[in-house]
């Protein structure tokens, strides 16, 4: 049988499905340890009522002749679009058509179907470290890779590539250092897209946690980004939406034949996000929608502070956090960010993610979500102060 070769370069598993697995074989052999769950960013808050409440009324609708719906438009259906449009775009002094959004299952999909419209003799530029979605994914089309290494030495923000690349990943809020790109960062990338005639896709789907009103929570607030830049962005963070599946994805018609391909594709692969989510996402806009979610990401960045100074307080050095969901633990010298896991579970009984799982520039960093609960954050802090480890000084 003629394979995909590539996939033999993939290398063990994909890292959150490994983690997983660790995790639950140590609890298989430690029945009785109460572990805390720091490591997959996965949300655990519940949906919040104005979601529910859409979603009771969607499937009444779809219970009664006169209201059912069978296949929507692939794309996504208007209301929701146009809701999108008014509160992701237009709140920021952004004009986005709606045919250059394309709703979906989710970003994790979108940014690695989205190279399909790329030739794979496309150079593909990405973060080290990185969400490996998009490394795992290019590699498994055999596609040449770059690394940008983002490091303390430079701040974590990548520098512009020196050899000829055709597409580039950012994601700001980052996953994993959870650094946040300023306006001059984006601008730096979007004139040099424009310079190498490079595509930006621009993984967006931790905007909401940005707190400071000077950093950008879209691409498209640069100039001239329309031209050079996908975007992506979620409600699975967003609003808790890691177990609905709700995503979109935009494609400008500025960006050229994109959008067309992109709209051809998604006909073709995708049948559309059901009408059911579709009125769950719409809701996460409502006025109480809204509220509902500010509270959601309050609550989860709370747990990002208690962490991050909790870790602080102990003598750690910690990175992101601020205006991202995720803490970049940098760990002393020497240790290595694998036997640091299986340490950190064994005597801490907590779960992270290894820096290496990232990529090579993630070696020495431990990553910590803050999507647990409240009292997880805070007796995971009180373990990790506890344990037996030098401080950086
Ligand atoms: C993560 O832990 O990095 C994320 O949960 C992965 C994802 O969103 O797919």
Redesign the pocket.
């Known amino acids: 049988m003629k394979i995909n070769e590539h996939y033999s370069e993939l290398g063990g598993n994909y890292l ?1 499905a490994e983690m997983k697995r660790k995790t639950a074989e140590f609890q298989r052999l430690n029945p009785d340890a109460d572990i805390i769950k720091l ?4 949300v655990t808050l519940p949906l919040t009522p104005a979601v529910i409440e859409a979603m009771h009324r969607a499937v009444d609708e779809m219970g009664s002749a006169s209201s059912f719906r069978g296949y929507g438009p692939e794309q996504g259906y208007d209301f929701l679009i146009d809701s999108i449009i008014r509160h992701e775009y237009e709140s920021r002094g952004i004009k986005i058509k709606r045919n250059e959004i394309f709703v979906s299952d989710g ?2 999909c979108d940014v690695a179907n989205i190279q399909e419209i790329f030739s794979t003799s496309c150079t593909a530029a990405i973060c080290d470290p990185v ?1 490996p ?1 998009y490394r795992d994914s290019n590699i498994m089309a055999g596609r040449k890779i770059i690394l940008l290494p983002c490091t303390r030495e430079n701040d974590f923000v990548p520098e512009l590539p020196q050899k000829p690349v055709d597409i580039v990943y950012l994601c700001s809020p980052n ?2 250092t959870g650094k946040t790109l300023t306006r001059n960062d984006l601008t730096r990338w979007v004139n040099w897209a424009h310079e190498k005639h490079a595509i930006i896709l621009f993984d967006s ?1 931790y905007s909401a946690y940005i707190r400071d009103p000077e950093l950008p929570g879209s691409i498209y607030e640069i100039p001239g980004a329309e031209e050079v830049a996908i975007e992506f962005k979620s409600f ?2 967003t609003a808790g939406f ?1 177990g609905l599946r709700c995503a979109f994805t935009v494609v400008p018609e500025a960006a050229g034949t994109l959008n067309a391909m992109w709209n051809r594709r998604h006909c073709t692969k995708f049948n559309g996000v059901s009408y059911i989510i579709q009125r769950a996402a719409e809701a996460v806009y409502s006025d109480t929608g809204r509220r509902e979610t500010t509270a959601l990401i309050d609550y989860y960045m709370e747990n990002a502070a208690i962490i991050r100074n909790g870790l602080r307080n102990a003598g750690f050095k910690v990175h992101g956090g601020e205006n991202a969901p995720y803490i970049w633990w940098e760990l002393p010298e020497g240790l290595d960010s694998m036997n640091f896991s299986t340490k950190l579970l064994e005597s801490c009984r907590v779960v992270g ?1 290894p820096g290496i799982g990232f990529g090579s520039c993630g070696e020495g960093f431990f990553r910590l ?1 803050a999507f647990g609960n409240r009292a997880h954050a805070i007796e995971a802090v009180s373990r990790i102060r506890e344990l037996k480890i030098d401080r950086i000084p």
């Open positions: 959150f490591g997959i960013g996965d970003s994790k969400y979605v996953n994993p789907a699975s963070k890691t993610t979500t």
